[in-house]
């Protein structure tokens, strides 16, 4: 299943997809595509170390997301992608163009959802006081961050714990958790009813 990877940032989520599909622990999933709408991102930089096709579309230059969206879908569909994971893609997408894409489409999310969705996540579970927080790699829907769970992880709080700290603590679970449910999504073992996914034996 042919894969595009969306990503804003660092991209160690993406790092660890590549990783995956290197050592060959993604197939049947393949990254295709990677796109990424910041100009100079690292995301787009380690693509290109691991020879990957990369595209930028750069947001600033749409005049609204429809537009964004309609540039995003036409790479994707002339690259045949067939599923996207969103890996640190911080623009929200409309049922435009979640929509093209049902029921096909991962994100990963740096808390226990439903808590704390959004952009600053990490922070606000700090700042609440939570004990454990974690991360949640879901199916997307049309809501920020509310998508069908495949996987959790529980990540203590610890007393010393700053954004950083523990956000870095938070990525190693994504790192592994991503490129399984993406693994597990191209060979058909999510099995989904209604909010509940079910993982099939391989
Ligand atoms: C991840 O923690 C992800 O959950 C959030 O943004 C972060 C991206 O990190 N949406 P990276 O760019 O993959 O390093």
Known sequence: MRFAV????QGSNL???IDAQQRGALA???IALVVCNRPGAPALARAAAAGVRSVLIDHTRHPNRRSFEDALLIELRSADIEAVVLAGFMRILTDHFVGAFPLR???THPALCPAFPGVYAVRQALDYGVKMTGCTVHLV???????????QAVVPVVDDDNEASLHERIRAHEHALLPEAARLLAAGRLRIEGRRVQILPG
């Open 15 to 17: 790092q660890a997809l």
């Open 6 to 9: 969306l990503a804003s940032g």
């Open 28 to 30: 049947p999933a393949e």
């Open 105 to 107: 489409i991962l994100n």
């Open 141 to 151: 829907d049309s809501g920020v961050d509310t998508g069908p769970i495949v996987f």
